[in-house]
């Protein structure tokens, strides 16, 4: 499976940006699909999960301002971003891995390549 992200860049404070991630193969309901991201000189970090029965979830920062959805047929993962802060400013990652969702970035079988989101205060 390959995940490639796309739809960073770089917006004001309260701005918005839809991040994209598209698999090369039916995910469906049978894989955990996540987003990650990695700020400068900080750890990677959880952001959000779409689990195999459709359930989400997310870190308490983003929590009602950004929205985890996926669109089986397209095969593709999407991350709508609201209400920007400077601090949301990282790497974001899409990851895909068989089955309920139960494991962090390192354990994620299918990793996309990073799409960079910049916001400036």
């Known amino acids: 499976v390959q995940l490639v992200g796309s739809g960073g860049g770089s917006v004001q404070a309260g701005g918005s940006l839809g991040l994209t991630c598209a698999a090369s193969?039916?995910?469906?309901?049978?894989?955990?699909m996540c987003w990650f991201r990695q700020a400068p000189v900080k750890a990677r970090e959880f952001v959000s999960a779409i689990d195999t029965d459709g359930s989400t979830s997310y870190t308490d920062s983003v929590k009602g301002r950004f929205t985890i959805s996926k669109d089986n047929a397209k095969n593709t993962l999407y991350l709508q971003m609201n209400s920007l802060k400077p601090e949301d400013t990282a790497l974001y990652y899409c990851?895909?891995?068989?089955?309920?969702?139960?494991?962090?970035?390192?354990?994620?079988?299918?990793r996309g390549k990073g799409t960079l989101v910049t916001i400036s205060s």
């Open positions: 990851a895909a891995d068989p089955g309920r969702c139960s494991t962090g970035y390192v354990g994620m079988r299918y």
């Open positions: 193969v039916y995910t469906g309901s049978r894989y955990c």
